[in-house]
């Protein structure tokens, strides 16, 4: 493996290439860490709303049934 010269070719590495350069489970956890956009997940575990397109108002709803 050649050497790394910036944190641009850090991040392009494969996952293979990780866990050769810092071990089986300091490579899991780096290429997880830089691959996981964790934006998308709440606390818990649950998905985040925000963002989300508000719901109809429950006064549209009636009108239309």
Do not use: C, Q
């Amino acid at each position: 493996m050649g050497k790394i010269e910036s944190l641009r070719d850090f991040v392009e590495l494969s996952k293979d290439e990780m866990i050769a350069l810092l071990g089986e489970e300091g490579g899991k956890k780096a290429y997880n860490f830089i691959h996981t956009d964790s934006r998308r997940v709440g606390f818990g575990g649950m998905v985040s709303l925000a963002g989300a397109r508000p719901s109809l108002p429950i006064a549209s709803v009636a009108r239309a049934g």
